[in-house]
């Protein structure tokens, strides 16, 4: 029975090994089909399918002729600017919404009315009516008023300003008071300047020579300017008040709202800028003459030909003086033009210096254009400049004022003839 079985066992293996062999043969063969993968019952085959996506994302990228780090970048760009575009459409979202409920907020309610004619809708008393933009907050400005009948003479008081509008970056002021009559407007007084304030307290007060005639048909004005050293000076506001309309049997003292003020009046001379320098141990005084603006226009074709005068005055006498050279046909002219005076520190103290400018004309007289004064007996402005160059002594200090008509100047300074001096320096 063993001997039997041996051949059979021998059989078997060659039967395995060919069907082995036929097995590979039909593997490598190209007209063979590929083999079925045997379907996957549990959850070994996941992988598979997870690392097919990555796969295709980089030969996706390897596919751009750009580097790794340009291409992320791009991406990077591209979601910050929609992120940026999304916002902005909703900031504009909300801003129309908000425009539609104050646009409904502001809608008259006819229904309340109870007119029986369509003029009692639309038109309303016109006590109420306010022209144009809403009203600007600009302060108000306790004043008084007093007449001397004995003397011919009118006193402004300045007491305090209140609540003014804030002209500057910080939201405050420097606030100061100018203070004429008109129509005759001989004479312009101003207050001190307060720095970074919206409530100064002036306390000051102005005379005025005015008969009692004159009186009924004058008016004071005072304006509250904000002011700046080097650009024009801005106005606050103002108070006009009918002389005529006072009662004159007491003292007024009141506080009133400021307007805008009246474009109808004053006359723009212009403005001019020049440097202050005084060395107490040099007994010099420098005044550089640099430019002027918006002068008055005195020729024929719209323009002028001007130059400035500097003048000393001492004791209120005609002492020394010098001018610039000519700028034709100009109403903006740059000089930046120094001189020198030789004043002692005794002299400095008694001295005003008048600035003018005028139109130089070939065949008639020179027109005066405009003018201003500076020294211990001038006020506002005028004086703070002076004092900031006696405070700051070797140092120029420069400034921008506006330009005064001569008479304005000629009747507050009232100058007398030359001081008879023999060695002159011009």
Known sequence: MAEAREPL???????????????????????????VAPVATNSTSSPATTTAAPDFFNHLLDNIPLPRWAIYAIFVAGGLLILTCCCICIKCCCKRKKRKQ????????????????????????????DYGAAKI???????????????????????????????????TSDPYVKVYICPDKSKTCETKVFRNTLNPVFNEHFTFQMSKASLTKSTVVMQVFDFNRFTKHG??????????????NHVIEDWQTLCEPAKFEEENLGEICFSLRYVPTANKLTVVILEAKNLKSMDTGGSSDPYVKVQLALDKKKWKK???????????????????????????????????????????????????????????????????????????????????????????????????????TF
């Open 9 to 35: 066992i021998h059989g078997d293996r060659k039967f395995i090994l060919t069907f082995t062999m036929l097995i590979n043969l039909q593997a490598n063969s190209p007209l063979s089909s590929p083999p």
């Open 102 to 129: 104050k646009k409904q907020s502001e809608q008259v309610n006819l229904k309340g009315l109870n007119g029986s004619t369509t003029t009692a809708l639309v038109q309303p008393d016109t006590q109420d009516v």
């Open 137 to 171: 907050q600009r302060g108000k400005l306790l004043y008084s008023l007093e007449y001397g009948a004995a003397q011919s003479e009118l006193t402004v008081g300045i007491k305090q300003a209140a609540e003014l509008k804030a002209m500057d970056v910080g939201g």
């Open 235 to 248: 106005i606050i506001g103002e108070l006009r008040l009918q002389l005529s309309d006072v009662d004159w």
């Open 322 to 424: 010098k001018k610039t050279s000519i700028k034709k046909k100009t109403l903006n002219p740059y000089y930046n033009e120094s001189f020198t005076f030789e004043v002692s520190f005794d002299q400095i103290q008694r001295v005003n210096l008048v600035i003018s400018v005028w139109d130089h004309d070939a065949m008639t007289r020179n027109d005066a254009m405009g003018k201003i004064f500076l020294g211990c007996d001038a006020s506002g402005n005028q004086l703070r400049h002076w004092a900031d160059m006696l405070s700051n002594p070797r140092r120029p200090v420069a400034q921008w004022h506006t330009l005064l008509s001569a008479e304005q100047v000629n009747s507050t300074l009232s100058l007398k003839n030359k001081i008879p001096f023999t060695n002159k």
